[in-house]
């Protein structure tokens, strides 16, 4: 719950997403722990927003998770949401990727370079048009193709890849 990961944007969007009708079954996990120091902890102000904002009972917050409970939520997932305002890569975009998750990430740019178009990308500060976002990934054909697109990202990244790119690299020196 560290403040650039901007995860208050993410449950003011959701308190608008599940405003709407069909959205009765949909919950926010948010899982992870306070921020490392004082100054960029929100974990208080997500939690008293979360009361303010009335929806206590649509959002889980497990604190810090396993890597095999990790595992369980994203591939029990709707979708991934990253919010961030600062990233230096992205690492869960991939691990939602390779788990058949459709992603969606801020114009962050190590989160647009990561995900290299197969997530989709809201401005950082704007709640609407993550809440567009959200509702565009209940269309079944581009949840299909994210994912398809999000496996073939994730390969991407792959070990063998990175040897190959390594080889290249020295054979060009």
């Known amino acids: 719950f560290d403040k ?3 995860i208050e944007l993410s449950v003011r969007a959701f308190k608008v997403f599940i405003a709407q009708p069909g959205k009765e079954d949909y919950k926010l996990v948010l899982a992870g722990s306070k921020g490392v120091t004082m100054f960029h902890d929100s974990y208080d102000r997500v939690e008293k927003q979360i009361i303010n ?10 604190g ?6 990790l595992i369980t939520l994203y591939y029990n997932a709707f979708a991934y949401v990253f919010p961030s305002l600062e990233e230096g890569f992205g690492i869960p975009t991939l691990e939602a990727m390779n788990a058949g998750v459709p992603v969606i ?9 990561v995900s290299g178009g ?7 500060h704007d709640e609407s048009d993550l809440v567009e976002k959200m509702n565009m990934i209940e269309n079944d054909a581009l949840r299909t193709d ?20 390594v080889v290249k690299s020295i054979s060009k020196v």
């Open 4 to 6: 650039r990961k901007n």
């Open 53 to 62: 904002l009335s929806i206590q009972e649509r959002v889980i917050m497990p």
């Open 105 to 113: 990430v801020s114009d962050q740019e190590a989160l647009v370079e």
């Open 118 to 124: 197969a997530a989709l990308v809201f401005k950082r």
């Open 146 to 165: 994210m994912i398809k697109r999000g496996n073939q990202r994730v390969g991407y990244f792959s070990r063998r890849n990175f040897v190959d790119q």
């Open 64 to 69: 810090f998770v396993t890597k095999e409970t």
